[in-house]
Structures are given as structure tokens and as C-alpha cells.
């Protein structure tokens, strides 16, 4: 089959080269945006991630495609009604990096109750080698929210667990044998919100989560609270999250992820583009603010980013391409209606 894979890093490409030998492969380093002029009448599969939005115009350049596979858990990113309207099936990575960021929730977490950023940097920058002003507190005893309890808010629960903190849980879909097996409680949202210390997000993003934190229930989070997110920036109304700071009913914030993140790698597309839509600029300087708060960590989308996790996404990825060639197609996403 002919392929075009997208975003790829130098060392990729003769990795997966040597386990799909028998296809044409063809490897871009940037996303499908960044190839604006690239047509081909003749490529069945499409390899991307998720900085490349996949719908009809992109479409229209690959019309004999057959298979959109990303290398991402989410696919938010791709038209799946545009793709089953031409028959493109489109697989994803549904697990590669469970206790990945899992691990990165709370590095987030301790860099935030311990003040390492800021005790760095007055090392670092200032030369002041003085804790005056650095005091943070402990995890054990601390109530700790998981706003989904799928594959990574399991390991989450564990890891809290193991710091002798106490789990609370909110998931649509509840989970009891888990609850039961690791001993945790679900609550409504509101509750969990209104009774944790601690609240972290690993939902996925879809019309039903979108905004699951917004201007109307950030108020129900308990006083002094700290917010992990390193699920989909969008899961968080930015403008929300931005008052609850202001008002210090959040105390701090660790983000890897921002609900307009593309905008802040190139400004000048935002500055130059015709007509930005209001809200997303609201939201950009929104950003802006968060990222120059003194008890907010921003990350640039790291939380997937270890060489282990990496080697499972492409590894799973290989297998889905494999597996689709021979007619045994696996990890569908199916389109949701």
C-alpha cells in the first residue's frame, strides 16, 4: 500500500522502514497542514498525529484512501463523519502510555506542592540558595479527585494511593469492580469538585466532555484546591479556570495541555489570519495569563513524551497498518453519532 506518514522525527523513519518493508512509504516531517500543496491520487493510507487536522479538504487531496491511522490515543483531530462518508476506516493507539501520564500527572502534581520551578529558578537565576518563601505541603492525607477513571486514571488512583493520599473518582461510566479492587469512591462531579485537594483530568475529548470544567461548576471546587490537566485542553473552559485563579478559588494549576495550544506556537498566524474568532483569541491571551501565573505550570503536550511510550505508539501503529493490509483491521474507532 502507499503511504504518507506525517510528523515524523529523523530516527522514525528507519524504524518503521524496516517493519513495513512491503509498503511504499512515503515520510513527511511536518503535519498534513504543513504539505499544503501535497496531492496523491494514488496513497490508501494517511500516518499522522494530532497536530494534523484531517477533514474534507484534506480529504479530497488522498480520494483513494482507505485508512487514516494516528499514532494518538484521541482523534478529535480527525472528521470521522467525513472519513465513514467516503468508507476511510481510521484506527487509533488506544493504549501505549497508561502509567506514561499517569507518571507525569503527578511529576505536575509534586513540582507544583513542592515549588520545584520556583526553587529552581531562584537557584538558577537569582543564586539565592534560601527555602524562605518555598514551603509546600504533603500529598499524604490529601484528597485527590480523578475525573476519569479509564486505563490512566487507574494507574493515577494506585500511584495516590501509594503516597497514602485519599482517591475519590467521577467517570460517565462507572467503574464498580475497579472501585472495589482498589478501593476508592465515586461521586457525582459536583461533589468530587466541592471535596478534593487535588484535581486531575484524564477524560477523553468528545462533545460530552468538552468544557466538563466551565464557568458553572468551577465554583462547587473546594477553596485552595490545585487542578493537574494532561488530558485535552479543551476539557477546561480556559476563561473559567482564569477566574478561579483570580478569585483564589484555585490555588495552582499543572497544565501539558491548552485549550488553543496551536495558536501559541505561531502568534503571527493568529495576528495575520482574516477574521480570528473572538473566543479563540480570548482564549489565547487567556493562555497567555496562565502561562505567566506564578502557581501555574505550563507544558508543551509532554505527558505521552517518554522513549518508551513513543516506541509502543509507533510499535501499535505498525501492527494497525499490518493488521488492516491483511483484512483483519484492529483498533477502529468507530464514528460517533
Not at 462547587?220 to 494532561?230: E, P, R, V
Not at 497544565?255 to 493568529?270: F, N, R, S, T
Request: net charge negative; with cysteine; proline share 3%.
Amino acid at each position: 500500500m502507499k503511504i504518507h506518514y506525517f510528523s515524523c522525527e529523523a530516527w522514525e523513519e528507519a524504524y518503521v522502514r524496516e517493519k513495513l518493508t512491503e509498503h511504499d512509504i512515503t515520510f513527511h516531517e511536518g503535519s498534513v497542514a504543513a504539505q499544503p500543496d501535497l496531492t496523491d491520487s494514488e496513497a490508501t493510507i494517511l500516518c499522522t498525529f494530532i497536530e494534523s487536522h484531517i477533514g474534507e479538504a484534506e480529504l479530497n487531496r488522498f480520494p483513494a484512501l482507505k485508512l487514516i491511522a494516528t499514532r494518538s490515543t484521541g482523534y478529535d483531530h480527525i472528521d470521522l463523519a467525513a472519513a465513514a462518508a467516503r468508507g476511510i476506516a481510521v484506527v487509533n493507539v488506544p493504549f501505549y502510555g497508561e502509567n506514561t501520564v499517569a507518571e507525569f500527572a503527578f511529576a505536575l502534581l509534586l513540582a507544583l506542592s513542592r515549588r520545584i520551578v520556583d526553587a529552581d529558578e531562584r537557584v538558577r537565576e537569582a543564586g539565592l540558595f534560601s527555602p524562605a518563601g518555598l514551603r509546600g505541603f504533603d500529598l499524604s492525607g490529601k484528597t485527590i479527585g480523578v475525573v476519569g477513571t479509564g486505563h490512566i486514571g487507574a494507574h493515577v488512583i494506585r500511584m495516590a494511593q501509594g503516597f497514602g493520599m485519599k482517591v475519590v473518582g467521577f467517570d460517565a461510566f462507572p467503574n464498580t469492580d475497579l472501585a472495589h479492587t482498589l478501593g476508592f469512591t465515586y461521586l457525582p462531579l459536583s461533589e468530587l469538585l466541592a471535596t478534593s485537594d487535588i484535581i486531575t483530568l484524564h477524560v477523553p475529548y468528545n462533545e460530552h466532555t468538552h468544557h466538563l470544567i466551565n464557568r458553572e461548576n468551577i465554583g462547587d471546587i473546594k477553596k485552595g484546591a490545585y487542578l493537574i490537566n494532561t488530558a485535552r485542553g479543551a476539557v477546561l473552559e480556559t476563561q473559567a479556570l482564569v477566574e478561579a485563579l483570580k478569585k483564589e478559588i484555585i490555588t495552582g494549576a499543572g497544565l501539558d495541555v491548552l485549550e488553543e495550544e496551536g495558536y501559541l506556537a505561531d502568534e503571527a498566524a493568529l495576528l495575520t489570519s482574516a477574521h480570528p474568532r473572538e473566543e479563540d483569541l480570548k482564549t489565547v491571551l487567556a493562555d497567555h495569563y496562565l502561562i505567566n501565573h506564578p502557581r501555574v505550570i505550563v507544558t508543551p503536550h509532554l505527558a505521552f513524551n517518554t522513549t518508551e511510550a513513543v516506541k509502543r505508539i509507533l510499535d501499535a501503529t505498525i501492527e494497525n497498518i499490518q493488521h488492516f493490509s491483511a483484512g483483519t483491521p484492529s483498533n477502529i474507532v468507530a464514528a460517533h453519532h
